[in-house]
């Protein structure tokens, strides 16, 4: 009735959906009302009734699996039902209905809580546009809109598809994808999100994406897949009812045998019916996974978030992941020392070309410089330079020998010390000249995202015995970004199926191991990541009957999903939404913290069942007491299980 109150749900609704932990406690009350009122006789028929009408319905639920070969964890509730209507112990056998049904109830309840961040991504999700057709604005259904589109966004309309800005200016609230709380500024051709609010004036947008394939799309997918899977500790729950149920009916006996009262054999039943390990721990994960979200880390599956809380090793690509992935100017050299006035004639030239060294040589022109000239009579060697004429000037950008073949000579580059280092490194360079003669040149680099030497650090304080990163690039640049990072181990000149092999070796070599990619080349070691997670959970099935391979560890793989492909994303196990590498440790945080609050809900729950099963089988504890103590002990451990949240 909580869960209904709580919710908003009618109370008749409340009633449809729990109809047994209702019958138990209205049964539990009228027996009660007609004890007290000097009828025991008519109290015992009601409370014998109520154990029948809400009782026969978890025998046979628990009949029918045992049929089908699941020996559960919920046999020993069946056992006390049962045992209860055979001994005159109704108002005990009542309860033991409640304590069952209401846990799961209770369960329930807890599970939409936790999943409160899926409804609020489902209430939210875009369902109208406005496009722009023949000159006028028509409003349509968001899975209406095409690509290409025109799309207007007013000021307070969620943004409906994947796009960019056509035209005006944008102010854009992506916190609900991001995490990011404060507005974000968009120029035109700049990306949009689904689901982002516009809270500037009205734009604007061109439909790049239609709406199954948006990125709000994806993210309400993702997590609504995660919260159908059944998670993998509570498979664990079955598991610990192979020992756990016939410890505790050989204890009954034993308390049967000790007192010679049947009771005391209802008593052990009563106290050891395992609701916090049937219940309160797949809460547990639900609650991870839900958290998980709210910080822009989806989480696919139970056994993802489970298995990246285990890892042993955290394994890095390079490009795109601990760098940039962008070209960012590192230096500019001007042989005249005008550094700014080499810099805009390069940079008007470079906005010409859709190169991504010319991108982003042209975006720190504007923001360094402002407004760029144009560039007239452009003409373009595709992958080796530009040439053109920027205010009557005649420049050329490009590689050394594009720009040293133009000019016929040289540029006396073992002159320059910072130029000559920028090319012993392997960094990538961009030479200009001016009216046929050498002006200067510009060093581009891959930087280290911010963050990173604090995310590795976090990582060994978190328990991550080992960092890796494996990239293609030449080891003399991967080795700098390395040791910028603090990252103890680097792989270089690695092709995308060397990649996979490296983490299947890695996982190997560690154990639990944790992937993290995002380009179409990481796609192979991601997916060879998401193996390591079902083959782990065969590896524990069968942990007991003798040496298992080492490639049987369990092994996460991690997308940077703002900006990568959808081929890693769909290959990965967890997408960050936030184009921040460091939420990979938030993710090892919370999955460490669901995992320490599932075993408490374990372990305490298992713990106080056995010491009731112990006082109980010395004839200390009767079958009401008892079941009342369990429920106690029920709801202790499923609000603990909450705290994962």
Known sequence: MAAAQTSGVSLETAVR?????????????????????????????IWYGTLAAGGAPVVVKTAVGIARGRFAADIVAMLAIATALVTEEAFAGVVIVLMQTGGEALDDYGFSRASSSLEALIARFPRFARVRRSGTIDEVRAEDVRVGDALVVRPGDLVPVDGAVESGSAEVDESTITGEPLPRSKRVGEKLLSGSVNVGPAFEMRAERVSGESQYAKIVDLVRKAQAERPPIQRLADRYAIWFTPITVAVAVLALLITGAVSSFLAVLVVATPCPLILATPLAVISGVNRAAKDG???????????????????????????????VIDLIVAFDGRVEELLRLASSLEQMSSHPVAVSMAKEGRERIGALPVATEVSESSGQGVRGRVEGKEVLVGSQGYVEASLRRSFDTPSVPALRDAQLRGGLVSFIAVDGEPAGAIVFTDKLRPGVPSLVQKLR???????VMLTGDNRTNAS?????????????????????????RLTDEYGPSVMVGDGINDAPALATATVGVAIFHIRRAFA??????????????????AHGTGISAEAADVVLL??????VGDGVAIGQRMLRVAKQSIYFGMGGSFVLMAIASLGYIEPAVGAMLQEGLDVAVILNALRAR
Not at 461 to 467: D, F, K, P, R
Not at 494 to 501: D, G, R, T
């Open 544 to 561: 007991r009957t003798g040496p298992v391979p080492a490639l049987a560890t369990a092994t996460v793989g991690v997308a940077m999903g």
């Open 480 to 504: 700098v970004i390395g040791r910028e990072a603090g990252i103890e181990r680097v792989e270089a000149d690695l092709l995308p199926e060397q990649k996979a092999q490296e983490v299947r």
């Open 297 to 327: 880390i989806i989480v696919k599956s139970g056994a993802a978030i489970e298995q990246i809380g285990r890892g042993k090793v955290v394994i890095f690509d390079k490009t795109g992941t601990l760098t940039y992935g962008t070209p």
């Open 578 to 583: 936030v184009d921040d590498v460091t939420k």
């Open 461 to 467: 304080a978190l328990g991550v015995q080992h960092t």
């Open 17 to 45: 959906r729990y109809p047994l932990p209702v019958i138990a406690i209205s049964g539990l009350a009228a027996g009660g009302a007609a004890f007290l009122f000097g009828r025991p006789g008519a109290a015992q028929w």
